[in-house]
């Protein structure tokens, strides 16, 4: 009896032990954001003429594939008034990441860059999703190995692809799929790498 008394107050005590370590552990992390955040917001505004500005090669897609289809046409009108816009891949960047390099001024400006290339990634998968189900798979890998070199994150573009040069016999592209995935700056990196990984464990980095 006397032994499982003195179990049960180690046991609350390592517990009350690891309650406090998480809540300094958390305050100093909640400190260091607002600290960084403070800093940020003093930053005064940069060029932006560095910034690595994404060009939409319309001309190389297939355009002239189910013209006729809602979806495919709706994409296209999407990708065309792309063109004009300024396009940058901010994926995995936060807030305050932004401001410390570009400055507090510019964060609407960068903001809208990086919402157009959400919807530049995301339309192109909307896209060769449509190319896909209808049967053509090498027109939906233009599109897709285009995201691939711009840096998305969207998963099922890797996937898609992977399985379309498997078929191909093209394995060797696979592991520049992982490679690719590999240098993507949000946690879909990661679970995309994982997957390649389960999917085809021959073509390991």
Known sequence: MTFLLLASAIIIILI???????????????????????RANSVRRKSLDGLNYISIPLENFPTHVLQQDEVVSECIELLESLTSQKIVNLTGYSNTDLKLEYGTANITLLSEYDQNYTLLVRTLQKWADVLIETGYMEEASV???????????????????????????????????????????????????????????????
């Open 143 to 205: 599109l897709m190995e285009y995201a691939v070199s711009i840096g998305t994150d969207v998963s099922r573009t890797y996937y898609e692809l992977a399985k379309y040069w498997d078929y191909q016999g093209e394995r060797e592209q696979i592991r520049r799929l992982k490679k690719q995935a590999e240098a993507i700056r949000s946690s879909n990196g990661r679970i995309i790498r994982r997957h390649l990984d389960a999917e085809y464990p021959d073509f390991r980095l």
């Open 16 to 38: 009350s032990f690891n309650v406090k370590r998480q809540k300094k552990i958390k305050a100093l992390k909640e400190d260091a954001f607002w600290a960084r955040e403070h």
